[in-house]
């Protein structure tokens, strides 16, 4: 039977179980936590035919805490010589064993026979059989471990992470559920981020749309991550569902603003708290709910026309229906007004903008919905006296707008005169670029993914790349990290947290991405990253070397990515690791076609010339390049649109150029950063490799599967010690 906390512990103490043995090898060594996940920890357990005594019990819980492993082992070999039956010491050396990186399988699995009602055991010999690609062993120790303990939240998420990494989505995402229950942790709101991102929703599931809002408000991870599986969902909601069919029957014409509030969407859209979570928190990557909002739009727009005419006690508005315009004004700011734009509409945003502007230069009063219907078509801080709005009483949901769309640039002005010049920019190319990024500060960004554990150099890339063979840096108390390219300060901040006690270097060319990322780098109390100006090309100078240096997304910009590539190589200390981003050829077919369509026609790279070639590409649904681009998160947003598919530098590389390139400076190449799927896929086609690190042989799949790295070649290298 199993013994339960109360009952008398099996040791022979005399004393209950929650105050003998369980509670010695709960306790935690200061030195090296262990998760319930990364070894075995006490738990109930059934009596054995014999067992040590309490004395030896206390002993080995002793040599635990104080870290002695070697000598928790070999002590727990001893008593396994007189009592080969006792489940709780074969759980202490499976125990020790782990901790210490040696093979711990056998006494994990004499526990598990030992002790079959140890829910504990069984979820921690699941982690290691998971670790030696044993998927189905894994799985069987996973439900033995809920059928004990139903209730065991790390369990359920041990067997959610197993279940997405072999692809089957919707039930991990149902063990993720079913922890989220229990108790929401770091770890399994994680995971719900990667389980919903990969899915596919046929019915409006209530328990997935009411996470989905916990996980874009808080946030659980990227919220961008989140913006496909939450306009699914959006788009199931019945009212919303028939205006978006309603405006898809009324192309090439746009659906009215009368339309869409006689029909009920506009209501509908305004109680929704997954919509309306949604639009404040990233850009929406939807055609059908873009249109949709365009709509929106022009109902604000009508509203706050006709409180031109309104007496002021007269502004009887919906705190609800206030609330989602707020929200939609600070939608198009984030993806930088790039929703389609009518002539007429223009002229009376114009007037409008021209009305407020007086307003505020008269100090008269400003109705209503004034700041929000301009601020849904033009960044507040563009007008004259905006500042002056923030001195008037508003309600919050109008606040939030004026706080995004003045308050926050005004800071980040003050931010751009503290950030200091490294290098000179006067190469041709470099100067394109810093101006376009100068424009169209890539990506603006609301919440980011929090934080995972940070963790030594070496441990971060054994927990990436477990079957990978590479020379340890050692522990070091403060290592210097490089980002080179750091844009508006998603990648510093994630590279910088990662890393125990890691003293961070961001640099870019574009004053405007630097200045947008310091602020956002102070918002978030971090600081032990330093912003700076510079060109890559010319940090060879520098007298600073780095144990990591991260550049994604960067050299393929420069002139030539190769020696932008060395230079970063020089100022990498021998031994030291690098993360590298690069457009792959074939991954981009589709977007050098619509490239050239682009050109063909003559499109500009303006604002306004980018929202009328994406409405031709929206509208182009006979041709299959230009219909991709439509699935591309880039494409929805003006400064993402224009990094697609209007920068004014671009190459792409090969893997066969990229390994030619490693042999020659003889690098080693660690692997990549990849979805599981494809990296379970290469291992199918190619099992010789199970380190995954042969680049002729990702050469060969990546033709037989064009798309796998659509985003970029993420992977990560080490310099010759």
Known sequence: MKLGRNDPCSCGSGKKYKHCCQDKLEARSAAQPVKKDSGVAASNYSPAA??????????????????????????????????????????ALGLTLRISGKDCLHALQMAANLLPGDAEVHNNLGSVLRERGQPGAAETSYRRALL????????????????????????????????????????NKNLFVTCVKHMQFGTNA???????????????????????????????????????????????????????????????????????????TTAICDVELERFLTTCRQALLDAAVAQQTADAGKENIDEYILRFYSKLAR??????????????????????????????????????????????????????????????????????????????????????????????????VSLLVQNQYEENPYPRWANMAPPGKAMTIDAKLRQLFPLVSFKPIGNRDAPKILVAGCGTGQHSISASQKFLGAKTLA???????????????????????????????????????????????????????????????????????????????????????????????????????????????????????????LRITDFFSTSECRDLLFHVQEHRMTLTAIDAFLRENKLAFLGFEINPNALRAYRQRFPDDAAATNLQQWQIFEHENPDTFIGMYNFWIQKPA
């Open 206 to 280: 209530a328990f997935v749309r009411s996470n989905l809002v916990h996980a874009l408000s808080e946030p659980w991870g990227r919220p961008a991550d989140l913006a496909e599986a939450s306009a699914m969902l959006i788009k199931l909601d019945p009212v919303i569902e028939g205006c978006v069919i309603q405006a898809l029957r009324a192309l090439p014409e746009q659906l009215t603003a009368h339309d869409l509030i006689a029909s009920g969407g506009l209501a509908a859209a305004a109680n929704d708290p997954l919509f309306r979570t949604l639009i404040s």
């Open 507 to 629: 640099i870019d060319l574009s004053m405007s991405s630097l200045s947008y990322a310091k602020r956002k780098t102070r918002e978030m109390g971090i600081t032990a990253i330093e912003y700076a100006q510079a060109d890559i090309m010319k940090l060879g100078a520098l007298e600073r070397r780095f144990d990591v240096i991260e550049s994604c997304g960067v050299l393929h910009h420069l002139a030539d990515p190769w020696a932008g590539w060395r230079v970063l190589l020089s100022l990498l200390r021998p031994g030291g690791f690098m993360r590298l981003g690069f457009y792959s050829e074939l991954a981009r077919r589709d977007i050098v076609r619509t490239r050239a369509f682009i050109a063909a026609q003559g499109y500009g790279s303006s604002a306004a010339e980018i929202r009328r070639c994406r409405q031709d590409v929206i509208a182009a649904t006979r041709d299959a390049s230009l219909a991709r681009m």
């Open 148 to 187: 004990v303990e139903p209730n065991f939240a790390e369990a359920h998420i041990n067997l959610a992470l197993l279940l997405s990494a072999q692809g089957k989505h919707m039930q991990a995402l149902d063990s993720v559920i079913q922890s989220l229950q229990i108790r929401a942790m770091p770890s």
């Open 331 to 428: 939608q198009c700011f984030i993806n930088e007004y790039v929703f389609n734009l009518s002539d007429d509409e223009m002229q009376r945003v114009a007037a409008l903008r021209d009305s407020l502007v007086a307003a505020l230069e008269t100090s008269a009063r400003v109705p209503l919905l004034w700041p929000v219907a301009v601020a849904a078509y033009f960044p507040l801080y563009s007008i004259p006296h905006a500042d002056r709005l923030l001195d008037m009483p508003w309600p919050d949901a109008v606040m939030a707008v004026l706080i995004q769309q003045i308050r926050e640039p005004q800071q980040e002005q003050q931010e751009r005169d503290g950030i200091p010049r490294l290098t000179d920019i006067d190469g041709e």
């Open 50 to 91: 014999n067992n040590p005594s309490s004395a030896e019990c206390d002993q080995l819980a002793a040599l635990f805490q104080a870290a002695r492993y070697a000598e928790l082992e070999s002590r727990s070999r001893a008593l396994l010589q007189r009592y080969p039956d006792s489940g709780f010491v074969w759980k």
